[in-house]
C-alpha cells in the first residue's frame, strides 16, 4: 500500500474517531455549537467536509495530486460519511423538508453558478 492510500485511509477514519470520541466523553459539547447559535444555520461537520473535498477537489484538477490533498479529501470524504448513516435516520417531515427545498432555491442557484465560475475561471488561468 502506497503512502497517499494510507494517509487517505487515516485521514477518512480520523472525523468518524474524533466526533464518536466527542460525543460519549464530552456530549455537553454537541448541545450549544457556538456558530449554530450565532448564525441560526443548522451547520454539521458534512457541511465542513463538502468544503474541505470540495477544495481538494480544486487542487486535484488544477494544481497537482499529492499527499497533501489526497489527505484533504479523505479528511473532507471522512467528515461527511460520518453523518450519511446518522442523516438517514433522522426524523423529519417531508413537508418541512420540501418548504426548505424550496425557500433554499435561489441560494442552491448561486452556490453551484459560483462554483462553476470558479471551475471556469480556474481553467482560464492555469
Known amino acids: 500500500m502506497n503512502n497517499e492510500i494510507l494517509f487517505f485511509i487515516i485521514a ?5 474517531l474524533y466526533y464518536r470520541t466527542l460525543l460519549f466523553t464530552a456530549s455537553k459539547v454537541f448541545d450549544k455549537p457556538i456558530l449554530r447559535e450565532k448564525t441560526e444555520l443548522k451547520i454539521h ?5 463538502m468544503i474541505i473535498s470540495l477544495i481538494a477537489t480544486l487542487f486535484l484538477l488544477f494544481i497537482e ?4 490533498i489526497t489527505t484533504a479529501l479523505g479528511f473532507g ?11 438517514l435516520l433522522m426524523k423529519s417531515k417531508r ?7 424550496k425557500k433554499s432555491f435561489k441560494s442552491t442557484l448561486i452556490m453551484f453558478g459560483t462554483i462553476i465560475l470558479l471551475l471556469i475561471i480556474l481553467s ?3
Open 12 to 16: 477518512f477514519v480520523l472525523p468518524h
Open 45 to 49: 461537520h458534512i457541511h465542513y467536509g
Open 65 to 68: 495530486k499529492n499527499i497533501y
Open 77 to 87: 470524504l471522512g467528515l461527511m460519511y460520518d453523518e450519511f448513516i446518522p442523516a
Open 95 to 101: 413537508s418541512d423538508e420540501m418548504v426548505v427545498y
Open 124 to 126: 482560464l488561468l492555469i
